[in-house]
């Protein structure tokens, strides 16, 4: 067990897991007090010791299934499965041999609760539709779609619904109650389809193999620019976080020592107690300032994964300080600060900006250098020694005028000015990037591709009061 336990550690940090030696003395210490035979158990032991953020549990499930959840022998169904039920090599079965008789068998297991029977069936369906061959270096997805094609994903739906449908149901509450039933079944399905697959792929290949094939990401770690739209949702749950912290960081306190500005009034009225004398100054409380941020975003085409998080990221900030003021552009520049007011919504702030911001003066493709000088014409007044300007973009500009020097402009007025870049490090600069070019105006130019180079930005934000030597991240 502590062999595994050691395999398993090894395999969260390689996630980016944070472990300590003593977290692993925890856990070992931990799993001598429950039953090894009971996975749940088991799983909340080494996830209580080992995981200290509950974001980082989904990829912890995916790693422990492969290394805890699904060792074992095999069913002894499968060496016994007749020459009609196994698959021909590579071949997944003759088309539509048996399927109906599967599916009607599931149905049947799982609306009695014969659970040896719908496990029997599982392995069964694995063999005939699956086409697993040993030693083929094919994922586990691969085998897993192919066997729910043939099984019938939606056969499977109205097949388990009209079980569970004795009589048609005139209420709409019940008939709910039964589609939920329903599709819990039919998850129930999936999930054992999956894991069958992966405990003949481990029994194959070796636990530290498929663990690798089936590594997730942490979702501080997903590439913005190419996150799938599940991994989308997961980071927009946890722009909020980061918003405040930015909000935070944004803020400083005035200086006027620990106990605040003198409190004229009060220490005058003080003083009438001592005949007028001066002994009991007053001061009043220490005051945050209130941090203006602007925001200038890059939507067009190359920048719409990005720009979107950005416009969630703003959405977020929104709620956190009083004077955000939000702008979007191509070609042309629009505000957009009403949109993402704290009682908004996001989606529709996002719907309301493609179809009525003014950003596209000429063909559609990037222009920073109209974008500035059309920013520094109608709002410079958006600027003073207060504001902490954002840009984010990849400076590519289409081989166009750059406007450097509208830069310079809107650097010199505002408290500081920083840029956050998506784009690959060492593809800044090459084609039609200009982005040396805008860094000399700059107080930081920052690569953020992910949600940890975000956070890594937000603890940077908090600047002294004369600026930072500029550079380039």
């Not at 109906?100 to 539709?129: H, K, P, Q």
């Not at 109650?177 to 194959?204: N, P, S, T, Y």
């Amino acid at each position: 067990m502590i062999r595994s336990l050691t395999g398993f550690v090894a395999e969260l940090r390689e996630i980016g897991l944070p472990v300590s030696m003593v977290e692993v003395m925890d856990a070992a210490d931990a799993i001598r007090h429950v039953d090894l035979s009971d996975p749940d158990a088991l799983r909340g032991a080494l996830g209580a010791t080992l995981v200290k953020n509950g974001r980082h549990y989904r990829a912890f499930d995916t790693a422990f299934e492969v290394y805890f959840g699904l060792r074992g022998p095999l069913g002894g169904d499968d060496e016994q499965a007749s020459d009609a039920d196994a698959a021909p090599p590579g071949g997944g079965g003759g088309e539509g041999v048996g399927d109906d008789e599967l599916l009607d068998g599931l149905v049947e297991a799982l609306t009695s609760g014969d659970r040896d029977r719908f496990l029997e069936l599982i392995r069964r369906a694995v063999d005939r539709l699956g086409g697993i061959e040993p030693g083929r270096p094919v994922g586990g997805r691969y085998y897993y779609h192919r066997v729910m094609r043939r099984l019938g994903a939606v056969r499977l739906n109205e097949a388990l619904l009209a079980a569970v449908r004795e009589q048609p149901a005139e209420d709409a509450l019940l008939r709910r109650l039964e589609a939920d039933k329903a599709g819990r079944m039919a998850d129930e399905v999936r999930d054992e389809v999956r894991r069958e697959i992966l405990r003949r792929l481990i029994a194959d290949r070796g636990v530290e193999r498929v663990a690798e094939t089936m590594r997730l990401p942490l979702v501080e770690d997903i590439d913005l620019m190419h996150a799938t739209r599940d991994e989308l949702e997961s980071i927009e749950r946890t722009i909020a976080p980061l918003a405040r912290k930015l909000a935070t960081r944004l803020s400083r306190r005035r200086k006027h020592g620990s106990k605040g500005r003198l409190d004229v009034r009060r220490t005058i009225r003080r003083s009438l107690a001592h005949g007028g004398a001066l002994l009991e100054p007053q001061f009043k409380p220490p005051r945050r300032s209130k941090p203006e941020l602007v925001i200038l975003c890059d939507v067009s085409g190359s920048m719409a994964t990005f720009a979107r998080f950005t416009l969630q990221l703003t959405h977020a900030i929104s709620s956190e300080l009083s004077k955000v003021r939000s702008f979007v552009f191509i070609d042309g520049l629009d505000e957009v600060s009403d949109f993402f007011r704290s009682n908004a919504d996001f989606h529709e702030s996002v719907a309301r900006v493609a179809v009525e911001a003014d950003i596209v003066r000429r063909d559609g493709h990037s222009d920073y250098g109209r974008s500035l000088c059309e920013f520094t014409e109608k709002y410079l007044d958006a600027i003073t020694p207060k504001t902490t300007v954002i840009v984010t973009g990849d400076a590519r500009n289409n081989y166009r005028e750059t406007g450097i020097g509208y830069l310079e402009e809107i650097s010199g007025r505002a408290r500081s000015l920083f840029w956050l870049n998506p784009e690959v490090h060492r593809y800044w600069d090459t084609g039609d990037s200009v982005m040396s070019v805008y860094a000399a105006a700059c107080d930081t130019v920052d690569q953020v591709r992910t949600l940890r180079q975000l956070e890594a930005f937000v603890e940077r934000a908090a600047l002294p009061a004369t600026r930072p030597v500029r550079r380039s991240v």
